[in-house]
């Protein structure tokens, strides 16, 4: 195996230590916008996901995984289903940290 340099473990050590933001794509849908206006409170918007298809899990943007969305103490989490391997989201944060995306 080849020894990366210092200053790429030292880059690798930073960025897995970086927090990020997680977002939870549900589903989507298409509506006009005279549609959107015309919502009211309790009005339904269905989405292209069945029932008990997992949400997409997003890193920052990018879809990394798929999850299941649960309910904890009156709290909404996501149970981890699928996700893409580790050397793959470094790569990526590596590249992105050095402009390379």
């Known amino acids: 195996m080849e020894e990366q340099p210092i200053t790429e473990n030292l880059l ?13 794509l549900l589903g989507n849908t298409q509506i006009t916008i005279r549609e959107f206006l015309q919502l009211t409170d309790g009005d339904l918007l269905s989405l292209d996901k069945l029932a008990g298809e997992g949400g997409d899990v997003y890193v920052n ?27 793959t989201i470094i790569k990526h944060f590596y590249e992105e940290s050095m402009g390379k995306i």
């Not at 995984?65 to 149970?79: F, P, S, T, Y």
């Open 12 to 24: 690798y050590d930073d960025l897995v230590d970086t927090e990020v933001k997680i977002d939870v």
């Open 61 to 87: 943007g990018r879809a990394v995984g798929i999850g299941d969305v649960v309910v904890i103490d009156e709290l909404l989490a996501v149970r981890i289903q699928e996700v893409m391997d580790a050397d």
